[in-house]
């Protein structure tokens, strides 16, 4: 078995709505022009996607969703129709080969599941993947296919196999979560901000699934203004804890990344340093509880420039195997892309400060670790909680 | 909005000359609180509750509490419970629920049994009425009590391509003031909230110090 492969082709970039529009794939262009210049794709394998069959989107979606999106593509869809399948709105507007760039994303991320459970690799990143707000019959939130929905159902058809989805995109990963809802081959683990102001509004603790699913959907909503140290906390607690309670074979990961203080859409502010965390204590999960097999997608991300090539570069980093890249970044690459808006970063880790202090801090940490405990306290022993108690520097318990 | 729209029509029945015992089954199996009593012409002619059942048998006597329940449902069921009628406001049957402590409302055209709503019912269409059941963000603006707000908020969204999906009005502590929310169809409600604000109006967001 080989240690991991990624899948990108350029041909993904077919997935565009429009040019102002925030999901752009110049994001993917970004993120391999970094890697490229840090020498990093030089021995690995990169896999080119391919388009989901009819077949398997309709694993997830319904029929005529799909014929819906075949027709946006070409212009044969009214915009009353269309506008009941969430197409051609202002979040997932109409473009030419909309259903061929949104299924090779799909393809891609089977594929990326597929050369994991097959034994091929151990790990594989698939770049464009993690389009979480799909649902079975309408586009919302920039996603018309969801492509780790369709991947997590189709692998579990074939290989008959327990998936964990991790996501820690800001916004609640609600698309995923509803697909598997009733389910208790898939668990859903979501840390996000809270639907106070943030689109889509769901993704609350008391959303533990359904049925047979019941405690296989967890939820981590997260105040706004939420740091690094409070995120890790809240991250790797609920990560561990889902793992020993599910005993999973697969894990999945969406690493949408924008809950960066820099990122234009969402409240939250992390820095760098999540993104170099987060994936390295996913990877150490699967090494514990999956042998290793983890598939990494992207997501979210609304900073181009910024954020999102450093945060899916240390995804990189980390299912290489390697420690986070640190230091400063090429300078090859700062050039290539110098002369936009936001000027391209010239180290990995954030400048100090980034952002102002934050008043609330003490109040919005304790909060966030209640919210911790209410989710999983239901599901762990009362020896695990009295370590957890004692470990964490929130308690007054 | 209208009872018949919340309104559960597969009710749990049973004869009033069923026992005790049967309503307890009824209300385990399907995982219920109250069971509706009709006779054979389906007209509504008690009801009984978790309440009921309790106060039908004593943990003190455990050897008669058997016994006890094999009593007919009719000595026990309220006979006469507060009803609505499927054309009833939703608003109407609220205030029902609050003033004589409800916990369940059998829904009655005629003398017949149509339908019913029990708290959990009107939970669950206040939460749908807030719109937070749809994928949305949510827009807060504080606004002047005056007429013509809302209209000079809502010209401004119909400019833009984004549906609102739910328009709730609070109070605040000011008379004056009060809070709109919108719930629009949107991850990316920037563009709106920048031109809400160059017309003047005070949005509301996630605050660092509060």
Redo the contacts between chains.
Sequence with gaps: MKDFAYLYSPEEATYRFSETH?FNPIRLELTVSLLEAMHQLDDIPCIAPRHATDEELSLVHDQDYIAAVKAAGTGALTPLKA?MYGLG???TPLFQGMHSGASLLVGGTIEACDLVLSGQYKRTFHIGGGLH?GFRGRA???CVYNDTAVAMAAMIEKYHCKILYVDTDA?HG?GVQWAFYNRKDVMTLSLHET????????GMVTERGSEEGYGFSWNVPLD??TEDDSFLLAYETALFEACELFQPDLIITQNGADAHALD??T?LSLTMKSYEQIPQIAVAAANKYTNGKIVALGGGGYDWYRVVPRAWSQVFAAMTGQAPFHGEIPTSWQKRWSGQETPPPTHWHDPTPLY?T???RPEIEEKNWETVKRLIWPFVSDERKKQLTATSPYSID | MLIEQIMNTTCITMQPTNSIAHAVELMQRHQIRHVLVVNARHELVGLVGLKEIQSASSIFHPDTAKQDLQYPVSSIMIESPVTAHPLDFLEDAAVLFYEYRLTCLPIVRGRRLVGVVTETDLLRTFVQLTG?????????IRVENTAGTLAKIAALLAK????ILNVLVYPTDDPYVRIVAF?V??????RIIEKLRKEGFDVL??D???
């Design positions: 925030p506008q709105t202002e979040d707000h919302s939130g920039f916004h609600d639907g106070r102001y943030l689109f889509p509004g769901t706004a203004f234009p859409l409240h102002p934050i008043p609330r | 937070a059941l749809e994928p949305s963000s949510q827009i807060e833009t391509n984004i549906n719930r169809q949107t991850m990316n409600p920037i967001g996630p660092v110090s509060r």
